[in-house]
T-cell receptor, first 113, second 116 residues
Framework: QKEVEQDPGPLSVPEGAIVSLNCTYS??????FMWYRQYSRKGPELLMY????GNKEDGRFTAQVDKSSKYISLFIRDSQPSDSATYLC?????????????FGTGTRLTIIP | GAGVSQSPSNKVTEKGKDVELRCDPI?????LYWYRQSLGQGLEFLIY????????KSGLPSDRFSAERTGGSVSTLTIQRTQQEDSAVYLC??????????????FGEGSRLTVL
């Protein structure tokens, strides 16, 4: 079983819809949770970062972390065609020196105009 | 350049040949990471450098894989005697400092390796 599970999709939604992307994880040592966005043939870029449980909002994007359920989510409001990309969740522990991120497989999202 | 630069962007090689992949991180970034991205597998950690040292090389899949970093800057990932299962996109990332807790890795566009 992988440490981080993510539905690979693909997921297609109409423009303007609310998108929900999710990951589950098994390692209770994970403390830092991120969402990266990757356009085709490009490297991933950081979209959202949260520490421990709670919500974080940035414009149309909201990240949620529920450590009790080992479940994280990314919501995209008023989705745009430019949001079409692969979204990767990533996480790491808090041990100093444990620098590597553990990624999910990514969800491919298409926003239909 | 302003971002992480990787070369070559594409490499096609024959099984059994050696390949070298190069990463030029963002100037001033002391931490450098190599990941591998295969179809349906997500990003797989390979190795992490802090300066020229590699505190964590636990992700290297076999002894055919090695990496080095010189001058605290450029890194080279070498794959010897390539196999078809080595076909993937090899991504390099850098970050400002050790103990980065914001998770912000800056990725290059990757080197796409195809082993025939």
């Amino acid at each position: 079983q992988k440490e981080v599970e993510q539905d690979p999709g693909p997921l297609s939604v109409p423009e303007g819809a609310i998108v929900s992307l999710n990951c589950t994880y098994s390692n209770s040592a994970f403390q830092y949770f991120m969402w990266y966005r990757q356009y085709s043939r490009k490297g991933p870029e950081l979209l959202m970062y949260t520490y421990s449980s709670g919500n974080k909002e940035d414009g149309r994007f909201t990240a949620q972390v529920d450590k009790s359920s080992k479940y994280i989510s990314l919501f995209i409001r008023d989705s745009q065609p430019s949001d079409s990309a692969t979204y990767l969740c990533a996480m790491k522990g808090s041990n100093f020196g444990n620098e590597k991120l553990t990624f999910g497989t990514g969800t491919r999202l298409t926003i239909i105009p | 350049g302003a971002g992480v630069s990787q070369s070559p962007s594409n490499k096609v090689t024959e099984k059994g040949k050696d390949v070298e992949l190069r990463c030029d991180p963002i100037s001033g970034h002391t931490a450098l990471y190599w990941y591998r991205q295969s179809l349906g597998q997500g990003l797989e950690f390979l190795i992490y450098f802090q300066g020229n040292s590699a505190p964590d090389k636990s992700g290297l899949p076999s002894d055919r894989f090695s990496a080095e970093r010189t001058g605290g800057s450029v890194s080279t990932l070498t794959i010897q005697r390539t196999q078809q299962e080595d076909s993937a996109v090899y991504l390099c990332a850098s970050s400002l400092s050790y103990g980065v807790t914001t998770g912000e890795l800056f990725f290059g566009e990757g080197s796409r390796l195809t082993v025939l």
